[in-house]
């Protein structure tokens, strides 16, 4: 069993910044793949960014240039930069992790972009 613990949410203003965190947890295991994806209300739920166990990463055309996926390998931890936030950006954002050949999501974390 894997547990992912979210962090790094909030409100902030368009032009802003945020960094997400997600720290996966357990035994005996392996993660290949960790990513983001969000869900606005109304909408389904979406890619934003992979990173891959080789380093190789993904990103959603919306934020390409602007969202940076990165990974700790020691600390089993994914982030994911957001600079130049816009009202569009604002969703819950769930990290989910796939080990084992299984995948696991976290709890969710509120991001808003408003003035």
């Known amino acids: 069993q894997v547990q992912l613990v979210e962090s790094g949410g909030g409100l902030v203003q368009p032009g802003g910044s945020l960094r997400l965190s997600c720290a996966a947890s357990?035994?005996?295991?392996?993660?290949?793949?960790m990513a983001w994806y969000r869900q606005a209300p109304g909408n389904e739920r979406e890619l934003v960014a992979l990173?891959?166990?080789?380093?190789?990463?993904n990103y959603a055309d919306s934020v390409k240039g602007r969202f940076t996926i990165s990974r700790d390998y020691v600390r089993n931890t994914a982030y994911l930069q957001m600079n130049s936030l816009k009202p569009e950006d604002t969703a819950v954002y769930y990290c989910?992790?796939?080990?084992?050949?299984?995948?696991?999501w976290g709890q969710g974390t509120q991001v808003t972009v408003s003035s």
């Open positions: 357990g035994s005996a295991f392996v993660i290949t793949t």
């Open positions: 990173i891959r166990s080789i380093g190789s990463t």
């Open positions: 989910k992790v796939v080990t084992n050949g299984r995948a696991y």
